[in-house]
């Protein structure tokens, strides 16, 4: 399906021959500053069948997450975490206690100090001294 597409069994991969210095086509590195052909992208996307989509999802993200410094694969967990627990908050505590133990997550929240948080109701008191700290009527016009 890929054979006009492939050099030496691999899918070719025209590089700007400005940017990047002449190298053996087996061991090309893959740089930040390294340019992709979208000529070769568009075919390659066009060659690939609509229902073979996962599939390819599937390894060129595994291939991808290979790729990556360990401090980026954190943060997007973090960020994708995030948004789940958002979305589903009553899993939170469950996963922890599967994943951290019953012992480590007590800890975790007892450091949270969730006592000391204010709520909604403190938070409002709160900002409603402070307007009325800052109003005019209380500074003195010394």
């Keep these: ?73 954190f943060r997007i967990a973090e960020l994708y975490l995030t948004d789940y627990y958002i979305e589903n908050p009553r899993q939170i505590i469950p996963d922890m206690l599967r994943i951290k133990g019953a012992e480590a997550t007590v800890h975790i929240l007892d450091a949270l100090q969730l006592d000391k948080l204010p709520g909604p109701a403190k938070m409002r008191a709160e900002e409603e001294e402070q307007r009325t700290d800052n109003s005019p009527s209380s500074i003195d016009p010394d």
């Design 1 to 73: 399906m890929f054979k006009p597409l492939r050099k030496r069994g691999l899918f070719s991969m025209k590089l700007n021959e400005q940017s990047q210095p002449e190298t053996d086509e087996s061991t090309v590195e893959v740089t930040d500053e390294q340019q992709y052909d979208p000529e070769l992208a568009l075919k390659i996307m066009e060659a690939v069948p609509r229902h073979t989509w996962p599939a390819v999802l599937d390894a060129c993200v595994a291939n991808i997450v290979d790729e990556l410094p360990s401090d980026t694969l």
